[in-house]
């Protein structure tokens, strides 16, 4: 201020009045709502429009149109046990993603998604969602990785409910027509900065509108977030720009801890160079991925399933391929996916879309050329951490305790069903199933037009002052800079195989990238549009992610599901499952690997700190379904 | 460090006519002048029951009327963003309006 009293002598006062009005006042508008949804893809649309549905006065506070969300180039399908392919149980659907999540997985939250999913994929065929059919009109379901039969012990499952190749743009436009028939308010382009926390509850989102600048405070009794991961913080990913795990970083920075952020899927087929992403299902219509002597190399690796074997495994067999020098290219650098050995006629009615990305960003006929292709990263396992019923939970003194008013789903939220790694079209389940789980939570806890609870009138102070930052922000280095350097830090030091010094190496990098945002240069100073802003405040919550996830991959002395540890080849559970449990000590719990990983971190400075929770075991209704009993995990 | 106050500060659309301040002998509107103008009274009206809007809805309007009426681009994106704005006042759930400044006044 002392500035500008000097400068008033030089310059004109109406000048002045209009500098200081630009640069030191944002105005707030106050809204009340009974919900709140940060996020409109899957998960956030099927939560906003299940709460309008019961009722309650909903507002989906988004960065993007709900249509241009990353749940949109979804390609593969939703698993559900309907049946129509051959005779089908949800207990083995229930078995095969407790497997592949490498036994990490919440058992009562998998029971919960496996036995809901028949009739969450029905009621989306009632929303008007275009399935691909069979002759008989029934859904068409695909073989996908790591699905199977009589609890691993029938062969391949078909399970895989599809919309050709572009399931996810499906889902989501369906979701979207569903959502307008309800009087949910949507605010478009209303990027949300931080949760309004007092007293450990959760009291609502504050938000800046990119149209006009304004800030926006949204107070509600419930806010769920559905805001999608964080690809972004890789180099190479098949991720939209906009996944900049918004959501895990507020939850951080109210001093709530993320859970698994280690886990990052890399999915086996991504293009060569551009990223994208080619589907899994086309190794279910019977793609096969061949190295450079021509050999289909998962048969040596996963002898029952080969090419459909869970997609930790493919990533790591493919890596081991380049690795021993057998990689396509002229760099030896990649392997190929083929297709042309299937009929022209199957890959246009099942799979178009790949064609033409193929084509685009390969350069390659499908249907006369392979595909190169290379394990990009695809998909978060971690996240909020949740109960199966969508409330997020802090774990404290050794119990879970909900956090009133907070609610997650969809990639944001970690449930777990996933665990250590996810199988191929889960994903898409989980965001329906998850969503509407949180809507119907809500509807028992809460009535519609509840009174709410006072709060500050300053609060959202803090997130104001750092726009406020960093819209003024004089360093030297740029935001597109910066983010650079970490996502080559991460892509470098976090890839499919990792290993303790190099691991070590990379989380002292990345804490000298996160101390390089004091000295971030932002160039646009307007309010109005300001994409500068944007980006750098989307690099602040990546970054925030970035630090979770190679530190607790650093601390995970084990390999597990996708977390690969070189120099700590073996999973390290509480017996050893590879030898009959009898005469076996069982581990005390700080002695092995098999618990959720718990991070927080200090915003100031950057600092990560470690906590862990017991996995839970047990399913929802013992009798209903039993649980699945940890075992060596081979396909 | 940021203090809050209720009331000023809307930062949103504006425009109004120089002419029918100076030119009293042209006092006819053009076509955008009257739909500005019948703007501004609905945004008046909307915000009358609400705390907060009114000072900065006249300061919004004041401000912009600096803006040359041959500017026809800018004033109808401003119109337009404007008429979004009074959705949003208009709505029930828009309660008030409050102000964060930076600065080293007394709160």
Redesign the interface.
Do not use: E, P
């Given at each position: 201020m002392a500035t500008v009293r000097a400068a008033s002598r030089l310059l004109s006062k109406r000048v002045l009045a209009n500098m200081k009005a630009i640069s030191t006042q944002y105005p707030v508008v106050d809204h009340e709502f009974d919900a709140v949804v940060v996020g409109a893809g899957g998960a956030g649309l099927r939560a906003a429009f299940g709460l309008s549905e019961a009722g309650f006065n909903t507002a989906c506070v988004t960065k993007l149109f709900p249509t241009r969300s990353h749940t949109v180039a979804a390609q593969g399908g939703i698993n559900a046990a309907l049946g129509n392919m051959e005779e089908d149980d949800w207990r083995w659907h229930f078995y095969d993603t407790v497997k592949g999540s490498d036994w990490l997985g919440d058992q009562d939250a998998i029971h919960y998604m496996t036995e809901q999913a028949p009739a969450a994929v029905v009621e989306l065929e009632n929303f008007g969602m275009p399935f691909s059919r069979t002759e008989e009109g029934k859904i068409y379901q695909r073989a996908f990785g790591g699905q199977s039969l009589k609890y691993g012990k029938g062969g391949q499952a078909h399970r895989c409910c599809c919309v050709a190749d572009r399931t996810g743009h499906s889902l989501l436009h369906t979701l979207y027509g569903r959502s307008l028939r309800y009087d949910t308010s949507y605010f478009v382009e209303y990027f949300a900065l931080d949760l309004l926390m007092e007293n450990g509850e959760c009291k609502g989102v504050i938000a800046l509108c990119m149209e006009d600048g304004s800030i926006h405070r949204f107070r509600a009794q419930n806010t769920v977030i559905a805001t999608g991961g964080y690809g972004r913080t890789y180099f190479s990913c098949t991720s939209a720009h906009t996944s900049t795990g918004d959501g895990n970083a507020m939850v951080t920075r109210a001093g709530l801890p993320c859970q698994d952020l280690e886990f990052v899927q890399f999915h086996p087929t991504g293009i060569y160079g551009a990223g994208c992403l080619i589907t899994e299902g086309c190794r279910g219509e019977g793609g096969i991925l061949i190295n450079s002597e021509g050999e289909r190399f998962m048969e040596r690796y996963a002898p029952n399933a080969k090419d459909l074997a869970s997609r930790d495994v493919v990533s790591r067999s493919m890596t081991i391929e380049i690795r021993e020098g057998r990689g396509v290219g002229p760099d030896k650098d990649h392997v190929y996916l083929q297709l042309h050995h299937l009929p022209p006629q199957q890959l246009a009615t099942r799979l178009p879309g790949i064609s033409e990305t193929a084509m685009i960003f390969a350069g390659v006929d499908v249907t006369k050329e392979p595909i190169p292709v290379l394990p990009t990263v695809h998909y978060n396992m971690g996240g909020i951490p949740t109960n199966y019923k969508g409330q997020v939970i802090d774990h404290i003194n050794g119990k879970d305790k909900v956090i009133p008013g907070l609610y997650a789903c969809g990639e944001a939220a970690c449930a777990s069903v996933h665990g250590a790694n996810r199988l191929g079209a889960n994903s898409l389940l989980d965001l329906v199933v998850f969503g509407r789980a949180c809507a119907l939570t809500i509807a028992e806890e809460h009535k519609p037009g509840e009174k709410l609870s006072p709060l500050k009138p300053s609060a959202g102070e803090e997130s104001v002052a750092n726009l406020d930052k960093l819209r003024f922000a004089n360093g030297n280095l740029r935001t597109s800079e910066i983010r650079l350097n970490m996502q080559k830090t991460m892509q470098n030091h976090a890839a499919v195989f990792r290993t303790g010094s190099v691991l070590k190496e990379g989380c002292d990098k990345m804490a000298d990238v996160y101390q390089s945002m004091e000295k971030i240069k932002t160039f646009d100073r307007g309010i109005v549009w300001n994409t500068d802003l944007v980006e750098s405040l989307e690099l602040q919550n990546l970054m925030l992610n970035a630090v979770q996830t190679i530190n607790g991959a650093e601390q995970r002395k084990e390999s597990r599901g996708a977390h690969a540890r070189e120099d700590f080849k073996d999973r390290i559970d509480e017996y050893d499952y590879s030898k009959p449990l009898e005469g076996q000590q069982k581990k005390p719990f700080e002695q092995h690997w098999r618990k959720h990983t718990m991070s927080y971190v200090d915003p100031k400075t950057g600092k990560v700190t470690l906590r862990y929770r017991p996995v839970i075991d047990s399913s929802l209704n013992e009798q209903d379904c039993a649980h699945v009993p940890p075992a060596i995990r081979s396909y | 460090?940021?203090?809050?106050r209720?009331g000023?500060?809307?930062?949103?659309?504006c425009l109004s006519d120089q002419n029918h301040l100076q030119n009293r002998a042209m006092s006819r509107h053009s076509k955008l002048q009257k739909q500005v103008l019948a703007l501004y009274r609905h945004f008046l009206r909307a915000g009358k029951d609400k705390p907060g809007f009114l000072p900065?809805i006249r300061d919004e309007f004041r401000e912009n009327a600096r803006i040359k009426k041959t500017d026809v681009m800018h004033i109808e994106y401003l119109y337009r963003?404007g008429q979004?704005?009074l959705q949003?006042l208009r709505?029930a759930?828009?309660?008030?309006?409050?102000?964060?400044?930076?600065?080293?006044e007394p709160g």
């Open positions: - | 460090m940021f203090h809050y209720t000023a500060f809307y930062c949103f659309i900065r963003r979004r704005q949003q709505d759930n828009t309660k008030q309006l409050g102000s964060f400044s930076r600065g080293s």
